[in-house]
Structures are given as structure tokens and as C-alpha cells.
């Protein structure tokens, strides 16, 4: 028998991966266990609304305590830079 209770795995009806729980082989045991991916969503934003957004930022960041990092509008995005420690480039969108 692959496992006590189950001749196969509930979930895929196979037993060539071994058995790890609850009647599931080991490849559908960890795919259950896996989170969902984020869904990447782009939204178009006329270049000034966001030139604004980018101008507004460093207030914003100042006023929610978030400190060290330069915010920069660029060629139509959004950079922002940690200016302390590791240096990062995080571009939106």
C-alpha cells in the first residue's frame, strides 16, 4: 500500500511521489501549501497627475515616518532611492 489509510493520492490519483499527509504525495501536499502570486496590475496615469504624485511623495513619506529615501520623477516614472545602507532603485510604474 503507498500509505495506511490510501492506496493513491486523493488529490492526483498517483503513487509515484511518496506519501507526506493528510492522503496527498509530496507534489501535492507542497502545492496546496503554496501561496496564490500576486497579480501584477499596471495602471496608466497621464504624465502630469504623476509628475504631481512624485512631487507630493517626499511630504507624504515625511509625514507617515518613513525617512532616508529620495523620491524623483523621471522620464515618465516614479524612483525612489534609499539614500542610507544598501542602495536601492525601485521604479514605478
Not at 13 to 29: M, N, R, V
Not at 41 to 65: C, H, I, N, Q, Y
Request: positive net charge.
Amino acid at each position: 500500500m503507498w500509505s495506511r489509510l490510501h492506496e493513491q493520492c486523493v488529490e492526483c490519483g498517483s503513487t509515484e511521489h511518496p506519501h507526506k499527509g493528510k492522503g496527498l504525495c509530496t507534489a501535492c501536499y507542497y502545492k496546496g501549501l503554496r501561496r496564490p502570486r500576486a497579480v501584477e496590475t499596471v495602471v496608466e496615469v497621464p504624465s502630469d497627475e504623476l509628475e504631481r504624485f512624485a512631487a507630493a511623495l517626499p511630504t507624504l513619506l515625511k509625514e507617515m515616518g518613513v525617512y532616508g529615501w529620495a523620491v524623483t520623477y523621471q522620464a515618465g516614472q516614479v524612483i525612489f532611492k534609499q539614500l542610507q545602507g544598501n542602495k536601492k532603485k525601485i521604479t514605478w510604474p
